[in-house]
């Protein structure tokens, strides 16, 4: 008899657990926001807009964390492509000039070499045509020799008086030539300057690309300088490494001067 009422009061608890669910409450204590701080108790007038500009001043801090800027990756970036390094410091409008003089210097350099190609195909086809020679393994000596004399024998008479170490060339086709009149000769001779001189332009191009990588790491560094004049010491590695790299620049003396240091503790 008490198991049978032992059993019926255990049946209706649990009933009675699951209809009327037991209700708890937890409370779980947070730390105090930067922007809780009691603006409701103040008036607009009493608060005079200081709480607005604390406000302000405190999302500036928490959602907009301040950039660390490397003064040496800057230069780098510079130095492998004008202008990357201003892009990288926030400097877009002389980044833009620095990368499209850039663009500019490549493509002179490209369509200068082409158009020596051009040409150097054009004056050897009139040397074939006009002067019979085979431009079967011919150097550029050869094309030179060509310009200033008429025939083989008046270059191997003539030519090799001035300059002993010049190549004899023996009879045979091989090393034939004879102008067919001045005017092919003197046609040859123009499109051979013409395209020397593009190849000339070609490679003051490169020269140009280099100037303007040392001008753009140069003005990078004068624009980090400005925001942070002190030395500026950037480690590439990890924190628990040794390796550090230095760069110190005076820009504002008689002599301006660059240095970069390499560093490694043992």
């Not at 959602?63 to 800057?74: L, V």
């Not at 590695?237 to 503790?265: Q, Y």
Request: glycine residues 8%; hydrophobic residues 40%.
């Amino acid at each position: 008899m008490r198991s049978i009422k032992f059993i019926c009061l255990y049946s209706l608890l649990f009933v009675l657990f699951f209809l009327f669910p037991v209700r708890g409450e937890a409370k779980i204590t947070l730390p105090i926001s930067p922007l809780d701080f009691p603006v409701g108790t103040m008036s607009k007038e009493e608060m005079g807009g200081f709480a607005d500009n604390n406000v302000q001043d405190t999302i500036k801090s928490v959602s907009m964390p301040s950039k660390s800027i490397s003064r040496t990756k800057a230069v780098v970036l510079s130095l492998l492509l004008p202008g990357a390094g201003h892009f990288y410091i926030g400097e877009k409008g002389r980044g833009e000039i620095f990368t499209g003089s850039e663009v500019v210097i490549w493509a002179g350099f490209f369509a200068f070499r082409t158009y020596g190609e051009w040409k150097k195909d054009d004056y050897i086809r009139l040397a074939q045509s006009h002067a019979g020679i085979d431009p079967n393994g011919k150097n550029d000596d050869f094309y030179k020799y060509l310009t200033f004399y008429d025939n083989r024998d008046d270059y191997n008479k003539w030519g090799r008086v001035p300059d002993a170490q010049a190549p004899y060339y023996p009879p045979g086709r091989a090393f034939y030539w004879q102008w067919d009149s001045q005017a092919s000769q003197d046609s040859y001779r123009a499109a051979r300057n013409s395209s020397k001189s593009a190849f000339r332009k070609a490679i003051f191009m490169i020269g140009a690309a280099v100037v303007n990588r040392i001008v753009s790491g140069i003005d990078v560094l004068r624009l980090t300088n400005k925001a942070a004049p002190q030395e500026e010491e950037d480690d590439f590695s990890n924190k628990g490494e040794k390796i550090k790299f230095k760069v110190r620049a005076d820009l504002l003396k008689h002599k301006p001067s660059v240095s970069i240091a390499l560093s490694r503790r043992f």
